[in-house]
């Protein structure tokens, strides 16, 4: 059975391995064919070919895109496309050019708190400066021992109501759609399990999602327990979406999914690998 993990992190944005060590240790776990996906950048990908290369494994051109949609933000995998792109890579320069001035509003907020230095720690953990995020910032807290562990920094700051939350307004969604659509890839929605959506608000998204041109969601992801796996097969199914699995691998010991570890799609779901098989 050929191993799919089209969905995880690397250096280039919040993840803490390198491209290459990402590439060996899926080797490792067994996965056939990779999609590294990493928020609003690809500049890890040439590494991650290669590394695959060498791996006798496939390596999918992914990236992850950020999305503010009706004030909420959701996250839109792009799969297969053509890194260099130049409609694509405009798009994602965009997206990250607010990163910097989200973060020093994040640091003042921390600030505020009584938590000194939060700005220049986090960039201590950012492998690519251009991609700064919340990640960073809660591997920081970890460090002061603010709180245990960054499972837990997405509970107590850095979401809306809690301190260290800063709006911030990311691509449409018809934009982050039209940029995939330009470089050839399929568009997917990412976790749909971890929006808080109900039904109604959930049904509006895929609806809006597949007018715009997005042709998968996640169904298998670690951001989703097993209870709600089934729940977004029978989504795919009914608005006729291909259903995709991915870790959400950030790194080694930090509480996320392990790459490749990850159930088999439902016997009724069209994998999204068949978009491009
Ligand atoms: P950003 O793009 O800077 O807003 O950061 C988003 C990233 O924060 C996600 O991709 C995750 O890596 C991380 N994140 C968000 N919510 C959680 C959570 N509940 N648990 C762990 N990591 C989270
Ligand atoms: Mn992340
Ligand atoms: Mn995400
Ligand atoms: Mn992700």
Not at 63 to 87: C, F, K, N, Q
Not at 156 to 169: C, E, R, S, T, W
Request: one cysteine or more; a neutral charge.
């Amino acid at each position: 059975m050929t191993v799919y993990d089209l969905h995880c992190h690397s250096t280039a944005s919040d993840g803490v391995l390198s491209p290459r060590a990402l590439v060996e240790r899926a080797r490792d776990m067994g996965v056939a064919v990779l999609a590294l996906t990493d928020h609003d950048e690809v500049r890890g990908l040439d590494e991650a070919a290669e590394a695959a290369h060498g791996a006798g494994m496939r390596l999918i051109a992914g990236v992850e895109i950020s999305v503010t949609w009706r004030t909420h933000t959701v996250h839109v995998v792009g799969l297969d496309v053509d890194p260099a792109h130049p409609r694509l890579l405009a798009g994602l320069a965009a997206n990250r050019g607010g990163r910097a001035e989200r973060a020093r509003r994040i640091a003042d907020e921390l600030a505020r708190m009584g938590i000194a230095g939060a700005l220049e720690g986090a960039y201590a953990y950012a492998g690519n400066h251009d991609l700064i995020g919340r990640t960073h910032f809660a591997r920081f807290l970890v460090e002061r021992g603010v709180v245990k562990d960054v499972k837990t920094v997405f509970k107590k700051f850095l979401v809306k109501g809690k301190p260290g939350y800063v709006a911030h307004a990311w691509a449409t969604l018809g934009e982050a759609l039209g940029w995939i659509d330009a470089a050839g890839g399929v568009a997917v929605l990412a976790h749909p399990g971890r929006y808080a959506f109900g039904p109604a608000r959930m049904r509006q998204l895929l609806e809006e999602f597949r007018a715009l041109g997005g042709i998968g969601i996640e169904v298998v992801t670690g951001s989703h327990t097993a209870e709600q796996v089934p729940v977004y097969a029978d989504l795919a199914a009914e608005f006729g979406l291909l259903a995709s699995v991915g870790s959400d691998f950030h790194a080694p010991g930090e509480g996320g999914r392990e790459l490749g570890r990850l159930a088999r799609l439902p016997a009724h779901c069209r994998p999204v690998w068949h978009a491009w098989t």
